[in-house]
């Protein structure tokens, strides 16, 4: 739509709801309107904004890799503006991203209001800013600012862009009337292109100083392509534009890009429940009990008042609500001088804290999760009282991981009102929750859960009832295979590293050694009566016998003499050795493929199984709770995803091979793989 406020000024209004993204009908309009004015001799000047309080956030990332992405160029289309022979205002308000950035730069003139909002983000979706973003933002500020937003990726706000240079003028009120103003003016503002500015003088310096300071070996190259893009440029725009050009292509068809993009629209999916539509209202929830002071229950009270909640923790022993009550406030205390929050917040955040020592303080509240002891009666207990203590409209939650959550509702006289909220250590910082669906959970409680987790910050992804819910129920297969290899000849930073430099945050021995390893025996224990077809290595069990319960202890599969740094410690080594050859086997050289194909298709295969089963409802939700909770990097996009990346009949081929092995009980495939691969499909087909 084009339109005249008045008769000289060309009004170009970006109007494609919710985030104004520059998809092919958005472009096409700009330029149709941008060459209409142009050949308008009563259009004198031309203003380009966005509709509904914000800019735009850039290119719509949904046309990536489609053959609509080609047509009428982003780039061009931005090149197009800056060539326009009359000058063009850019009047800038809320968020200003991407594309849209770059859009803007190409203008002739900046103007914003206070709300505006700018960022590069394209390196958080492992691209780099291919509009001609690399070539001009150096041009027009300083460049070692200009790379350092780049590879940031990070959002400034309208006063620091009018600091660096970036924004011309800040309107302290009607954006639109002064852009108006300006158009309409008898001088109207220069036509100064930023492409034809000549290369800054520091650019060569800032450009090594930068390289200097890359971090090495990440799984993105966007950084260092940014670089590359920069160091580029010359007093002629073209030969840097064409680098520019060259290296996005080369990006956007990497598995780093794929994986990131896929994060990004993959936490905005999962927050969709098939089912649940716009008819099911969220319950409200404004104050939220806790029942346990412990780790997990002050982890939570912490995301909660940074959330603007009001908590109750419920505590029984005095000097345990003592301790919570003093965690939490040295957390706060510390964001306070990290200068994340500032004093007067902070304040409020400890008086939205009450401490009670009994379930009755809970009578009013909206919402309370349960976070004691994995134990079934202890639960019972505090179900049945809370049962008759809250409100009838209360939700109650409760934070297991590993009993049955369906059982924990049978103890209410209402099990629809009751969900699991599965919080990760530490609650504070974890961003994933998984949220569990009980048998008889009620629409619009699994819908205040999700609306809830949003609010706290986190991603929620729903699970269905099952041993160890969606994350802990893969991690576990992804643990025996870790121990078979450790039999078979691996040793544990050898495993570790080989994870590490793949992609996930902590190798799995150091996670076990982090969590406690008594955790992981208590589990194989029970496995061992439950699943006694399914046997564990006994490797580590030789660890906990000995007493060397992890990190805690200063001792586990590895050594931590200072508390903090996993040390290889022979003696583990020596032990290994000797298991193998008790069990008659002899220790073989293993690769860093082999030990990462063994672990990432135990991942796939009970991910498979899970979507099979209906305990996930997609399997971008199990990518989700990977990335979110288990430290996967983004890049790699999730376990699911790379099962598509590699090809469904791949993995199941390999599969079957391992199936065919020592073990190959552990490596029965899941029927969904078998079902997809014979159809040629991608689990992403799923992906509704
Ligand atoms: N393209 C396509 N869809 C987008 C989009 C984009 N650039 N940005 C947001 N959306 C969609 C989201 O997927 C979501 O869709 P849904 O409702 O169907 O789930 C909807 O818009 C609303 O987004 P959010 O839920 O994220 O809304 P918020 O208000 O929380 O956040 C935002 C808004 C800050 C704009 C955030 O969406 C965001 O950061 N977007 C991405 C910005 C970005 O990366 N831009 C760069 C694009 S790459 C580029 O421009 C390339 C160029 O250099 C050539």
């Not at 009563?42 to 290119?59: D, P, Q």
Request: aromatic fraction near 6%.
């Amino acid at each position: 739509m084009m339109k005249s406020g008045s008769s000289d000024v060309c009004e170009i209004i970006l109007d494609n709801p919710p985030v104004n993204a520059l998809g092919l009908p958005v472009r096409r309009y700009i330029i149709a309107a941008i060459e209409a004015a142009e050949a308008d001799p009563a259009i004198r000047c031309i203003i380009i904004r966005g509709g509904g309080g914000l800019f735009t956030a850039g290119a719509d990332i949904a046309e990536f890799r489609t053959d609509q992405m080609q047509i009428l160029w982003l780039p061009d289309l931005v090149d197009r503006i800056e060539a326009c022979s009359k000058p063009v205002i850019a009047a800038i308000w809320g968020n200003c991203l991407g594309g849209g950035m770059e859009m803007v730069l190409a203008c002739h003139f900046r103007i914003a209001d206070t709300s505006a909002r700018f960022a590069l983000p394209e390196v958080k979706i492992g691209i780099l800013p291919g509009a001609g973003g690399t070539q001009r933002l150096p041009r027009l500020v300083d460049p070692a600012v200009a790379l350092e937003l780049m590879i940031s990726g990070r959002t400034i706000d309208a006063l620091r862009a009018h600091e660096i240079g970036l924004v011309d003028r800040i309107v302290d009120g009607d954006l639109v009337a002064e852009a108006f103003k300006i158009a309409s003016a008898d001088r109207l503002p220069p036509i100064r292109r930023t492409g034809s500015i000549p290369p800054p003088v520091n650019l060569p310096e800032a450009v090594a100083e930068t390289r200097a300071s890359l971090r090495k070996g990440g799984l993105s190259a966007s950084p260092e392509r940014i670089v590359e893009c920069v160091a580029a440029i010359e007093a002629d725009f073209a030969p840097g534009r064409a680098v520019e050009k060259r290296l996005f292509a080369e990006l956007m068809d990497s598995q780093a890009a794929r994986g990131l993009q896929h994060a990004f629209f993959g936490e905005r999916k999962v927050a969709r429940i098939p089912g649940i539509g716009a008819d099911i209202r969220p319950r409200s929830i404004k104050t939220v009990g806790i029942v346990g002071g412990g780790l997990m229950g002050t982890g939570i009270a912490i995301a909660l008042l940074n959330a603007g909640l009001d908590v109750i923790v419920v505590e029984t022993r005095g000097d345990a609500r003592d301790k919570a009550r003093d965690t939490v406030g040295r957390t706060i205390l510390r964001d306070v001088e990290k200068r994340r929050v500032s004093q007067s917040e902070a304040d409020a955040r400890l008086a939205a804290l009450t401490l009670a020592p009994s379930l009755e303080a809970l009578a009013d509240v909206d919402l309370v999760i349960e976070a004691v002891f994995e134990d079934l009666a202890v639960k019972k207990e505090i179900f049945t009282t809370l049962d008759s203590i809250v409100r009838f409209d209360a939700i109650l939650a409760s934070n297991t991981s590993t009993l049955d959550l369906d059982a924990i509702a049978a103890f209410t006289s209402d099990p629809s009102r009751v969900v699991g909220l599965h919080f990760f250590s530490p609650a504070n910082i974890m961003r994933l929750l998984e949220v569990v669906r009980g048998g008889r959970t009620a629409p619009d409680v699994l819908a205040t859960a999700m609306v809830f987790a949003r609010r706290i910050g986190k991603v929620g992804v729903v699970s269905g009832v099952c041993d160890g819910f969606i994350g802990n129920r893969m991690f576990e297969e992804y643990l025996r295979q870790a121990y078979f290899l450790l039999e078979e000849g691996a040793l544990p930073q050898q495993i570790d590293q080989a994870m590490e430099a793949w992609g996930v945050a902590m190798g799995p021995l150091r996670v076990l050694d982090l969590a406690g390893q008594d955790i992981g025996w208590a589990i194989r224990k029970r496995r061992a009566v439950e699943q006694p077809d399914r046997p564990y290595s006994g490797i580590v069990d030789r660890i906990c016998e000995m007493g060397r319960f992890g990190q805690k202890v200063g001792k586990g599969i590895y050594d931590y003499a200072d508390g903090r740094t996993a040390v290889p410690d022979p003696e583990i080594e020596r032990l290994f050795a000797g298991y193998s050859a008790e069990i008659g086997l002899e220790r073989r050289s293993i690769s860093d493929a082999e030990i990462v194909e063994h672990c990432l298709l135990a991942l796939i295969n009970e991910g498979a199984r899970i979507v099979g089963e209906g305990i996930a409802y997609r399997p971008v939700d199990v990518d989700m709770i990977y990335l979110n909770g288990y430290g996967f990097a983004r890049e790699r996009g999730g376990p699911m995803f790379q099962a598509d990346e590699q090809g469904l009949a791949t993995v199941l081929e390999k599969i079957r091979i391992l199936a065919a092995g020592r073990n190959g009980w552990a490596w029965e495939p899941a029927a969904l793989l078998v079902e997809f691969a014979a159809q040629g499909k991608r689990l992403a087909d799923l992906n509704i």
